[in-house]
C-alpha cells in the first residue's frame, strides 16, 4: 500500500511517529513535509499530499495539524478527495467505510500521538461498503 503523509508544524511531532510505524509496516511512503518544528503554512504541504493521491500516485493520505480542520478543508477543496477529520476510533473506521474516505485527518493538539496512531491503523485496515453507501459517495464531489 502507498501513503502519503503531511502536515504542519503542528503536527510535526506526530507525523514522524506515524511515517515511523509506516515505514515498519513496509508501507511505500511519501513525506511532504514538515521537516522540523518550524512555522508552516499547512496548505503547502496538504495541496501536494492531496495531488498525489488524487492522481492515483498513492491510495491514502495522513494529514496532521492542530486542530485537523485546516488541512481537511485544503485537501477537500480537491475534487479527488474525500478527507475527514479525525478524533477516536468509530470516526476513523466511518469514514472509510461509509464515506471512501481517502484522506485521513488528525488534530495534534486535541489527541495523544497513540490515539493518533491507532486511528491511522483503524483507517488504513478498513474496507469501504459500497452498496448504498457508494451512490452518496459519488455525490461527494462537484
Same mark, same amino acid.
Given at each position: 500500500?502507498?501513503?502519503?503523509?503531511?502536515?504542519?508544524?503542528?503536527?510535526?511531532?506526530?507525523?514522524?511517529?506515524?511515517?515511523?510505524?509506516?515505514?515498519?509496516?513496509?508501507?511505500?511512503?511519501?513525506?511532504?513535509?514538515?521537516?522540523?518544528?518550524?512555522?508552516?503554512?499547512?496548505?503547502?504541504?496538504? !495541496? &501536494?499530499?492531496?495531488?498525489?493521491?488524487?492522481?492515483?500516485?498513492? @491510495?491514502?493520505?495522513? *494529514? =496532521?495539524?492542530?486542530?485537523? #480542520?485546516?488541512?481537511?478543508?485544503?485537501?477537500?477543496? !480537491? &475534487?479527488?478527495?474525500?478527507?475527514?477529520?479525525?478524533?477516536?476510533? @468509530?470516526?476513523?473506521? *466511518? =469514514?472509510?467505510?461509509?464515506? #471512501?474516505?481517502?484522506?485521513?485527518?488528525?488534530?495534534?493538539?486535541?489527541?495523544?500521538?497513540?490515539?493518533?496512531?491507532?486511528?491511522?491503523?483503524?483507517?488504513?485496515?478498513?474496507?469501504?461498503?459500497?452498496?448504498?453507501?457508494?451512490?452518496?459517495?459519488?455525490?461527494?464531489?462537484?
Amino acid at each position: 500500500m502507498k501513503v502519503a503523509i503531511a502536515g504542519d508544524h503542528a503536527g510535526f511531532e506526530y507525523k514522524k511517529v506515524i511515517l515511523r510505524w509506516l515505514q515498519e509496516q513496509n508501507f511505500e511512503t511519501v513525506d511532504y513535509g514538515p521537516y522540523t518544528t518550524e512555522a508552516v503554512d499547512y496548505p503547502d504541504t496538504a !495541496h &501536494q499530499l492531496a495531488i498525489s493521491v488524487e492522481s492515483g500516485q498513492y @491510495e491514502f493520505g495522513i *494529514l =496532521i495539524c492542530g486542530s485537523g #480542520n485546516g488541512v481537511c478543508m485544503t485537501a477537500n477543496h !480537491h &475534487q479527488g478527495i474525500r478527507a475527514g477529520l479525525v478524533w477516536n476510533l @468509530e470516526v476513523a473506521e *466511518l =469514514i472509510r467505510q461509509h464515506n #471512501n474516505a481517502n484522506v485521513i485527518c488528525l488534530p495534534a493538539r486535541f489527541i495523544d500521538v497513540e490515539l493518533a496512531l491507532e486511528c491511522v491503523k483503524t483507517f488504513l485496515k478498513t474496507e469501504f461498503e459500497g452498496g448504498r453507501h457508494a451512490r452518496r459517495a459519488d455525490k461527494i464531489s462537484c
